[in-house]
Nanobody, 126 residues
C-alpha cells in the first residue's frame, strides 16, 4: 500500500496560480502512474491529470485543464506536483492525489487507481 499526502491548496483569485504537491511513502516501488482528480460539491470525482512514474514520464490531461495545468514528478523525492495556472472559479474543488500499481497505457477513471490521499481544498474566487 502507498500512503499519499497532498498539500498546497488554498484560496486564490481567478487568473491566479497554485501548486499542489503529493508525497508518496510506503510500497512505492511498483507505482505505475500517479494522478490528480478533483471533486466539487454535488459532483462526481473527475480526472484532472496523470503522469507515468517510470522513465519517460508521459503525461495526459483532461481537456478542461489542458494548457493551464502541468503535472510533473520527482522520483527522488517520491513527489508529484500539479502546477495550476489561469485558475477559474469552476476549478474550485477538493483535489486528490492517487496512485496506480502496475499496468500499461493511460488511466483516467478513479476506479483504476489503488491508493488515495486525503485531499486538499482549492477555492478560486471570481
Amino acid at each position: 500500500q502507498v500512503q499519499l499526502v497532498e498539500s498546497g491548496g488554498g484560496l486564490v483569485q481567478a487568473g491566479g496560480s497554485l501548486r499542489l504537491s503529493c508525497v508518496a511513502s510506503g510500497r512505492t516501488f511498483n507505482t505505475y502512474a500517479m494522478g490528480w482528480f478533483r471533486q466539487a460539491p454535488g459532483k462526481e470525482r473527475e480526472f484532472v491529470a496523470a503522469v507515468r512514474w517510470a522513465a519517460g514520464s508521459s503525461t495526459y490531461y483532461a481537456d478542461s485543464v489542458k494548457g493551464r495545468f502541468t503535472i510533473s514528478r520527482d522520483i527522488a523525492k517520491n513527489t508529484v506536483y500539479l502546477q495550476m495556472n489561469s485558475l477559474k472559479p469552476e476549478d474550485t474543488a477538493v483535489y486528490y492525489c492517487a496512485a496506480r500499481r502496475g499496468g500499461s497505457g493511460y488511466y483516467s477513471n478513479p476506479d483504476e487507481y489503488d491508493d488515495w490521499g486525503q485531499g486538499t481544498q482549492v477555492t478560486v474566487s471570481s
